[in-house]
């Protein structure tokens, strides 16, 4: 009997041991297979150059009348985040008492580059500006061409989902100038240099370019940005420009995008539109916005 017993508790401590290693061999393989996954985090960016508020702007698309239209198209489309071109301290103040869940990052004297972000999803980390000029920390400088100063916002969030973090870029080039506009592009590149390599960046603005411009080959050929307009698996209104001047809906044709959305890093775009929404003829403003929804991967 005693033998008996003997070999069945030796049975037993092997079948432990077995399963003790099938157990170690699985939870160990489970490990490894999660330790390479991705994990992703969806945006959806605009870039909108919302046009200053100014006396010449003829009824309907002056700024009073145009607000509640912006309101609209902003409500339909649900960006996350805006990177805003021309607009002036006073139109912030309306876009922030009309669109209460955003708040507004950047700015400067005269025309603002700000970024609009969605308060509850987004904290900002760190964020600055500089002028768009030989130098850049200068307040309000300019010095290659350009009449009207050019800046540069950017902001470090993070996604409080996720807890992941992301660059957001916005800018507005000179709409005169070529050789500042050119100098414009390689200066960003030098800027976004100082980021953490490792996190993805997006970058939008007025660039006062098309698309075959030398400033769109600096930054995308040179530079390792992306314009998400090409990566994009969906494009929505191919045949569009952005610039309507209040009276063109297309925009003066696709040589005329010439707002975009770069991006560089992990990251892929799902679908871009340029939205070329009006009320009863009235135009938002006389750029169309582009929006991107675009997922930013990060390595668990």
Not at 134 to 140: N, S
């Amino acid at each position: 009997m005693k033998k008996v017993l003997k070999l069945l508790l030796f049975v037993v401590a092997g079948l432990v041991v077995i399963l003790s290693g099938l157990f170690l061999e699985t939870s160990t393989g489970f490990a490894a297979e999660h330790k390479n996954q991705w994990t992703s985090v969806d945006i959806k960016a605009m870039t909108f150059n919302l046009r200053n508020k100014n006396n010449n702007d003829s009824s309907p698309h002056s700024w009073k009348e145009r607000v509640p239209t912006i309101g609209k198209l902003i409500s339909m489309e649900n960006p996350d985040i805006i990177g805003t071109q021309e607009v002036l301290y006073t139109q912030l103040q309306d876009v922030k008492s009309n669109f209460p869940r955003y708040n507004w990052i950047g700015g400067n004297r005269g025309k603002y580059s700000a970024i609009l972000y969605k308060e509850k999803d987004y904290n900002v980390l760190q964020y600055g500006h500089f002028w768009l000029s030989d130098t850049p920390e200068v307040i309000g400088s300019k010095s290659w061409g350009n009449k009207i100063p050019r800046m540069v916002t950017w902001a470090k969030f993070l996604d409080k989902k996720s807890n992941k973090q992301f660059y957001f870029i916005n800018t507005h080039f000179d709409h005169q100038s070529a050789n500042a506009r050119k100098k414009s592009a390689k200066l960003i590149l030098k800027a976004t240099k100082e980021f953490d390599q490792e996190l993805p960046v997006i970058l939008t603005g007025d660039f006062n370019a098309g698309p075959n411009s030398l400033p769109h080959q600096i930054l995308t050929s040179d530079g390792g940005f992306d314009d998400l307009w090409e990566t994009a698996k969906t494009r929505i209104n191919e045949d569009l420009g952005t610039f309507n001047g209040f009276v063109d809906p297309t925009g003066e044709g696709p040589d005329k995008r010439i707002d975009w959305i770069l991006g560089k890093g992990n990251l892929t775009t799902n679908e871009i539109e340029i939205v070329n929404f009006q009320k009863n003829g009235q135009f938002p403003s006389d750029h169309f916005p582009v929006l991107a929804d675009i997922s930013l991967t990060y390595n668990k």
